[in-house]
């Protein structure tokens, strides 16, 4: 498999998917907004988005399972599967704020092999593919050089259905608004590891998460030269709800920071 072709045409679909959203936001009512669970919204933007996206991901890949937020594709694969979120940052786009994205990975038996996230408003493409270094429409991206805690702009989510560890967190936030050159909430974890992978963040950190909230967002961020583990140290973040990513630089002391809070 050629996997900067596949990744190229990957792009094409996450743009295509946003011109969708992006024409369906002028059209958008609150009436139209469906409550999954609290704090927890889908619309037909989102189905109607994640719809173009299996059908243009299956003719790319006939044989290619899926994981999906909205479940428009129960598609099983045997060897290559898609990760994909429509359109993460609902909320945000159904008060019309900014940021919100289509993310998608491409998973070989489970490896993520290609990482596409399209932020629609600022008609950002960030990309990778596995030994091919990391994109942003097309010109190359590296994670930031910041080596200290101390000079480094942190991104978070703020937890919206899942707040068993919501003490732990508020003590994270009150360490690194001290500690650091400030926090941002962006309202999407796809995202924030964007802007990990590009250098507009130095660290990124965050629980109650889906796969298809971080799949693409981590590789790329690894792609461009940062690490990534969850809140234990380990490499359990697709899955295990909890990630933390930083440039290579800062890797270490953040995510000592974050565990060692996070575990209190």
């Known amino acids: 498999m050629d996997y900067k072709y596949i990744c190229t045409k990957t792009e094409l679909i996450a743009k295509k998917a946003g011109d969708f959203i992006k024409k369906e936001a002028s059209n958008f009512k609150q009436s ?38 909205e479940n428009t594709s129960n598609k099983k694969g045997t060897t ?18 900014s940021p919100f994205a289509v993310s998608i990975a491409l998973q070989k038996n489970e490896e993520t092999i290609i990482g596409v996230i399209y932020e629609i408003g600022l008609d950002e493409c960030f990309s990778a593919w596995k030994n091919g270094g990391a994109y942003l429409n097309g010109t190359k991206i590296n994670v930031s050089n910041n080596a200290k805690v101390k000079n480094s702009l942190i991104a978070t989510g703020f937890p919206y259905k899942d707040f068993n ?33 590009c250098g507009r963040v130095d660290a990124f950190y965050e629980y109650g998460l889906s ?20 809140f234990n140290g380990e490499d359990n973040y697709i ?21 060692n809070i996070m575990h209190l």
């Open 211 to 230: 796969p298809w909230d971080v799949a693409a967002g981590a590789f790329i961020v690894e792609e461009a030269g940062g690490l990534v583990c969850d």
């Open 165 to 197: 560890k919501l003490p732990q967190f508020m003590k994270s936030l009150s360490y690194f608004m001290e500690y650091s050159h400030g926090l941002r909430r962006l309202g999407s974890a796809a995202t924030d590891l964007a802007y990990v992978a």
């Open 80 to 97: 290559y599967r898609w990760i994909i979120d429509p359109l993460d940052g609902t909320t945000n786009f159904i008060h019309g704020l």
């Open 32 to 69: 139209d907004i469906v409550s999954k669970s609290s704090n927890d919204f889908v619309s037909y933007v989102d189905k109607g988005a994640e719809e173009l996206l299996v059908a243009d991901l299956s003719k790319l890949i006939p044989e290619a399972g899926f994981i999906t937020e």
């Open 239 to 259: 899955f295990g709800k909890e990630i933390i990513s930083a440039n290579a630089h800062n890797f270490a002391e953040f995510s000592k920071l974050v565990i």
